[in-house]
């Protein structure tokens, strides 16, 4: 089986461009988690999606968003990019909404310039 | 609030030695606490899980944690470690009432031959 597949691995923006990253989870898990790894750090809460609704925000500001489509995959989108939002993307799927046991991917690099 | 602390950046090893990564942790209500490791340039990738029952827990590759509520601690072990071993560990809670989980700052390990 495949596991958590992330797109792009990596990508390059500028200051104030938007971006989208995508994530496919592991087939029959019906939960996605967004995670901001700033180098040196431990992961950071963004968003959790289960069965197509949003479950849980955490501290990010309005620029980011996300959505979980029918097929269970989730895009993250983030606006007015800034040099802050350089990090390590990382999306995670989980049988069941209380997640006890995330599967992460492999994350998508995100360089603002 | 939630919150998981790694009191060690960095942990040496010699090979063959038992390793131990510490983590404490603050919760309200029950504890669900969880170790990753993170290999260079990849995702997190499960070791083990603490829910409920035995303080013992064992995990994949080995591993195994020792949940000890008196000292709010839950320590990462292994009896013998090896040089592919050495990664970035995390330490975990998921925070109570909400879907998000509380990563650690990181552990560094190195188990030198």
């Known amino acids: 089986d495949a596991g958590v597949t992330q797109s792009p691995t990596h990508l390059i923006k500028t200051r104030g461009q938007q971006v989208t990253l995508r994530c496919s989870p592991i087939?029959?898990?019906?939960?996605v988690s967004w995670y901001q790894q700033v180098l040196g750090q431990g992961p950071q809460f963004i968003f959790q999606?289960?069965?197509?609704?949003?479950?849980g925000r955490g501290n990010f500001p309005d620029r980011f968003s996300a959505r979980q489509f029918p097929n269970y995959s989730s895009e993250l989108n983030v606006n007015a990019l800034l040099l802050g939002d350089s990090a390590l993307y990382l999306c995670?799927?989980?049988?069941?909404?209380?997640?006890?046991?995330?599967?992460f991917g492999s994350g998508t690099r995100l360089t603002v310039v | 609030a939630q919150s998981v602390a790694q009191p060690e950046d960095q942990v040496n090893v010699a090979e063959g030695n038992p390793l131990t990564v510490k983590c404490t942790y603050s919760?309200?209500?029950?504890?669900?606490l969880f170790w990753y490791v993170q290999y260079p340039n990849r995702g997190l990738q499960f070791l083990l899980k603490?829910?409920?029952?035995?303080?013992l827990v064992k995990g994949s590759y080995g591993f195994e944690a020792e949940f000890n509520k008196s000292q709010t601690s839950f320590h990462l072990k292994k009896p013998s470690a090896l040089v592919s071993d050495s990664a970035l560990y995390f330490c975990?809670?998921?925070?109570?009432?909400?879907?998000?989980?509380?990563f650690g700052t990181g552990t560094r390990l190195k188990v030198l031959a």
């Open positions: 995670a799927s989980s049988t069941d909404s209380y997640n006890y046991g995330y599967t």
């Open positions: 087939s029959g898990h019906k939960s």
């Open positions: 999606y289960y069965e197509k609704e949003e479950r």
């Open positions: 919760v309200s209500g029950n504890p669900y």
């Open positions: 603490y829910i409920t029952g035995d303080n």
């Open positions: 975990a809670v998921r925070d109570s009432g909400t879907y998000k989980y509380i």
